[in-house]
């Protein structure tokens, strides 16, 4: 998970890569879940951007799943070659919530700081 300006567009950029021998085996889910889990319960983000290569259906699916909805794509190169890369984004209003296994542990004034976000004690974030 990545950011710019944060504090002022509440955005993050997610991304992951599972190797082979682990696919569907339900990791990238999970670790999507937990990033995103982060991401707006943690530190309150309005929306979540990710990319795939058009041509990868698991990790597309995956981002479907947890609710992303299509946000055009950009023409990239890969390999000398020209490659589409599809932009799913996810609005806080439109995430399925964690389940309720998934708990942030240790994120602190410090973090939010770091940030420029506003942090108010006492508040589980």
């Not at 190797?19 to 990791?27: P, T």
């Not at 599809?86 to 542990?105: G, H, K, M, Q």
């Amino acid at each position: 998970m990545g950011a710019q300006h944060f504090a002022v567009t509440r955005t993050v950029s997610t991304g992951s890569w599972v190797g082979r021998q682990f696919q569907g085996a339900g990791y990238g889910k999970a670790l999507c879940e937990a990033v995103l889990h982060l991401a707006f319960d943690g530190l309150r983000a309005e929306r979540a951007d990710t990319a795939a290569w058009i041509t990868n259906h698991a990790s597309l699916g995956v981002s479907r799943a947890m609710g992303y909805q299509d946000n055009g794509t950009t023409t990239r190169a890969a390999d000398g070659k020209r490659v589409e890369q599809v932009n799913p984004t996810l609005r806080r209003s439109d995430w399925r919530r964690s389940p309720e296994d998934c708990t942030i542990v240790g994120l602190s004034s410090g973090a939010s700081e770091m940030l420029g976000l506003p942090w108010t004690p006492g508040v589980d974030r």
